[in-house]
């Protein structure tokens, strides 16, 4: 079976988030299963120079985005066993950041092109195309449509899978000629069309042989009104072709016996060094060091999304508790701000880190004792997923991914990993806060058997990477 995985992110190369964090697990774990599978990406200028200096050329075509001839090179280097493609173009893909970018529309256009015109000029036609989100998700559009008339790609069976269905890739409906050269073939209610525009998404989910999404609970949501961002009716449509399938994490890289970025390592047989990461977090970050005070953290974007309004709307109520809580993240300045200013305000308990910084996000995972993730929606998230592998326990909203990842305490048979709330309110939030503190100090031993029960459940890639092998097979059997 030949795959080839195309995104516009992927670790360790290019990443803003769960996007390239899955594109570059994903395809390491179809590898080591036997697949064979590439993986092929923009190549951007912001890619780290010891990966630029592995880059070997491959081949330089013109590709025409509408009355455009845009050039085209097609790089290549091997890591982790895995061909990866980089399609090099400096106008599009020489900037500071991956996206936001006025001509969004217009670059992600070339690339997508780029894609279907490279395969024979590698002299690789998969049997399966994965594509990923708005980004790449015109593809089986356009093999369908522009492309059709190449034999080797009539058998090509195509994948999408939809991250967040937040961004779907929408434009005037002239970029069907004045960027991808074709006509109003796929511009109808079972295609392109969305009003008078085109949606590039919504393409892609008629298009596709088979969509997925990153966890069972968000396939649901997403064909329901609240979380359907005006697609719930298309996804109800070809809910026959739509399965969720869960994010993992590499176990590799998040493994508190192993891990070289944290103080300490620890196990479930022995958790001293837990406790000697939470003392040194305390003292990293400038909170009283004190082993036996509950630390509560968030490593996020500082979003409404996210949930950071519930949070900041009780930070003066939690003070009164015996907890700190530490925050790190970048976002909206509103959140920022906030949470600057009750770092001032409450200089001995809350602590706020204006940061991407991914080792401090690990020795935060791996020192905290609790995790605040309360999403107003969450496709998958991973960031309970690597506050599980470590012992920290989340306190999540009942929603997507993280209603599939956490199992809230049951008091009575003391099972769970987490705690988490349905009521998507500040003090249903706060009441969840409190539960999970009552355990920490009155339950110990409870408390230190959620610990390793959180830290016992397998979340690696193995067992997702199955399910999009099974989907793979099945579509090749159609």
């Not at 396939?219 to 298309?234: H, K, M, R, S, Y």
């Not at 001293?272 to 005070?293: H, M």
Request: contains cysteine; glycine residues 6%; negative net charge.
């Amino acid at each position: 079976m030949k795959v080839l995985f195309a995104a516009a992110e992927c670790a360790p190369f290019f990443k803003t988030g769960g996007l390239g964090d899955v594109a570059g697990a994903l395809p390491k774990e179809l590898k080591k299963q036997g697949i064979d599978v590439r993986v092929v990406l923009p190549l951007y200028s912001t890619m780290p120079q010891r990966y630029k200096n592995q880059l070997v050329d491959v081949a330089q075509f013109e590709v025409k985005v509408g009355w455009r001839s845009q050039y085209c090179g097609i790089k290549k280097l091997k890591k982790d066993n895995i061909h990866y493609y980089f399609i090099d173009n400096l106008y599009y893909f020489n900037r500071s950041s991956i996206y936001g970018f006025d001509d969004d529309g217009e670059r992600f256009a070339f690339f997508a092109q780029a894609i279907c015109e490279m395969l024979e000029k590698i002299d690789f036609i998969p049997d399966i195309l994965h594509v990923n989100d708005w980004h790449t998700s015109i593809i089986p559009v356009l093999l369908k449509d522009k492309y059709q008339w190449i034999t080797s790609y009539q058998s090509i069976k195509t994948i999408l899978t939809i991250h967040n269905l937040q961004f779907q890739g929408v434009f005037d409906q002239l970029v069907l000629s004045d960027l991808y050269g074709i006509g109003y073939n796929a511009f109808h209610e079972h295609g392109l069309k969305y009003y008078d525009d085109i949606n590039c998404l919504k393409g892609g989910i008629f298009y596709a042989d088979q969509v997925t999404t990153v966890s069972p609970t968000y396939a649901q949501e997403i064909q329901t009104p609240q979380f359907g961002e005006n697609l719930d009716g298309v996804l109800r449509f070809n809910s026959y072709k739509l399965k969720g399938i869960l994010n993992g994490i590499d176990y590799e890289v998040f493994n508190p016996e192993t891990d070289n970025v944290i103080p300490a390592h620890f196990s479930t047989k022995n958790l001293k060094g837990k406790a000697v990461n939470k003392t040194t977090l305390q003292e990293r970050v400038g909170l009283p060091v004190n082993e036996k005070t509950a630390l509560m953290s968030m490593v996020s974007r500082l979003t409404t999304q996210k949930g950071c309004n519930l949070l900041r709307d009780k930070i003066d109520e939690l003070m009164h508790r015996n907890i700190q809580v530490l925050i790190l993240g970048t976002g909206e300045k509103e959140y920022e701000d906030s949470f600057n200013y009750f770092t001032w305000k409450y200089p001995e308990k809350f602590k706020m880190i204006v940061d991407f910084d991914v080792a401090l996000a690990q020795h935060i995972y791996a020192g905290s004792d609790l995790f605040i993730m309360p999403s107003a929606f969450e496709p998958c998230g991973l960031s309970q997923l690597n506050s599980l592998r470590y012992g920290t326990l989340p306190i999540v909203h009942e929603t997507g991914g993280l209603k599939d990842t956490v199992q809230p305490y049951n008091p009575y048979t003391g099972k769970g990993t987490g705690f988490s709330f349905n009521d998507f309110r500040s003090s249903v939030m706060v009441e969840t806060i409190d539960r999970a503190l009552t355990v920490y100090y009155d339950e110990p031993k409870n408390w230190a058997s959620l610990v390793k029960q959180a830290m016992s459940k397998d979340f690696s890639w193995e067992k997702s990477t199955n399910e999009y092998i099974q989907v793979y097979t099945a579509m090749l059997r159609t």
